[in-house]
């Protein structure tokens, strides 16, 4: 073997290695999501809340804080409540993750329902572009089903993960049923280039921006900057934009509800669509709080 053969191979040893190990990790998760949903949230669902919870406190201060900065007119013993009603939801959502590896495409499309598909048809008629604006509530991962259930084009975009072998793995079950990944510093490019074709292209917009960026807002009684690169690709793309809003349906079910926010993106004023955005997500959270992600370190 040649000197330069060597140095290919300790090269790429680490990546190789990397993912070695994340394999085994995930296989025995792949074996879990084989068994029955109810069995799953029976046995893994319910030691998943008692490890982060009971045990391990899993950001448990961070949960309690953000709680009572957005509800301060809650007593404590209330916001303990909702903590704890947060990391039921956060179990059965481990629970979800997990069943995704494996799900068929018959059973997720049973639990996921879209209740205003109508809504869609309307703009898929006229060939326009379509972007969604969701927050992290609910089963976000659910809504990988919407290609079998739309007759258009499913896109979302992603930021790439630290470590690739588990973002091959995340990638996976987000597209296995056809959903399209963009990584969101492509987004642009690839998006103006069918910006002339129906398609609908999903964004989670609840993420923190980075300091100095984003709109400035107050969102659950907080000063808040939160996302605007949609609004501007909207736009760009002169997209019918949409909110939408996961409502619980049973133990694994999600009703996915459309809302219109605008049809004329370019008539609205700078940071109108976004602010609109997270006035209806914060209508949203204060229905069901615990389905948020309040372990999320949003406010810095």
């Known amino acids: 073997m040649t000197m330069n053969g060597r140095t290919r191979i300790r090269e790429r040893w680490p990546a190789v290695w990397e993912r070695a190990i994340c394999g085994a990790m995930l296989f025995p998760v792949f074996l ?14 319910r030691c998943c809340y008692f490890f982060i919870y009971s045990f391990a406190r899993y950001r448990y201060q961070v949960v309690v804080q953000n709680l009572s900065r957005s509800f301060p007119e809650k007593p404590y ?21 997990i069943k995704s590896f494996s799900v068929s495409r018959r059973e997720l499309a049973g639990r996921v329902r879209i209740v205003d598909a109508d809504l869609l048809e309307q703009y898929q008629c006229k060939a326009k572009p ?13 809504l990988s089903i919407l290609p079998s259930k739309l007759s258009i084009p499913v896109k979302a975009l992603y930021k790439p993960l630290s470590n690739k072998s588990v973002g091959r793995f995340v990638m996976y079950t987000r597209s296995r049923f056809g959903m399209q990944l963009i990584p969101a510093e492509k987004a642009v490019r690839q998006l103006m280039k069918a910006k002339d074709d129906a398609s609908l292209s999903l964004f989670i917009a609840d993420q923190f921006p980075g ?34 809003e996961l409502e619980r349906n049973g133990e694994a079910g999600w009703d996915v509800h459309f809302s219109l926010i605008t049809d ?37």
């Open 77 to 97: 013993a209330e916001i303990h409540a909702l903590a704890k009603d947060f990391y039921r939801h956060f179990s059965c959502l481990v629970v979800e993750i």
């Open 130 to 142: 379509m972007v969604a604006l969701l927050g992290h509530y609910g089963n976000w991962e659910s």
């Open 264 to 300: 004329k993106p370019n008539e609205t004023a700078k940071g109108e669509i976004t602010r609109c955005f997270g006035e209806r997500l914060q209508e949203t959270i204060r229905k069901e709080p615990a389905y948020w992600l309040w372990s999320h370190r949003r406010w810095k």
């Open 32 to 45: 879990l999501s084989r068994l029955p949903q109810p069995l799953l949230s029976a046995t893994i669902g």
């Open 211 to 244: 300091r100095n960026r984003g709109l400035p807002m107050e969102l659950l009684n907080q000063p808040t900057a939160l996302f605007d690169g949609a609004e501007k690709l909207a736009k760009a793309i002169d997209a019918v934009v949409f909110y939408i």
